[in-house]
Nanobody, 124 residues
Framework: QVQLQESGGGLVQAGDSLRLSCAAS????????MGWFRQAPGKEREFVGG????????RYADSVKGRFTISRVNAKNTVYLQMNSLKPEDTAVYYC?????????????????WGQGTQVTVSS
């Protein structure tokens, strides 16, 4: 089992950057594929980015490609989401998630462990 804790959210202006962190505790972090998802008010949770266990494979939602970067440092049990050129439509609660099996990296159903989320608000 793994516990996840996000941090780094906040209120920023359009065009600004933020870096979210997700610290994992519990079983060996390097055995998990990791993902970031977000949920805006009144909308379903959506995929943002995913990264494989060894960090070689990454995948992004079309809406964030070229602006967001997912990375991980297994020695620190941490996954990051660097968010640049933020837009008001990026406003949401951001969640990190862990998957100890196989999968596409992008489907929420693949992930068995979730953090509590961190709020990101982008003003125009």
């Amino acid at each position: 089992q793994v516990q996840l804790q996000e941090s780094g959210g906040g209120l920023v202006q359009a065009g600004d950057s933020l870096r979210l962190s997700c610290a994992a505790s519990g079983r060996t972090f390097s055995t998990y594929n990791m993902g970031w998802f977000r949920q805006a008010p009144g909308k379903e949770r959506e995929f943002v980015g995913g990264i494989s266990r060894n960090g070689i494979i990454t995948r992004y939602a079309d809406s964030v490609k070229g602006r967001f970067t997912i990375s991980r440092v297994n020695a620190k049990n941490t996954v990051y989401l660097q968010m640049n050129s933020l837009k008001p439509e990026d406003t949401a609660v951001y969640y990190c998630a862990a998957n100890e099996g196989v999968g596409s990296l992008s489907a929420p159903i693949e992930y068995g462990y979730w953090g509590q989320g961190t709020q990101v608000t982008v003003s125009s």
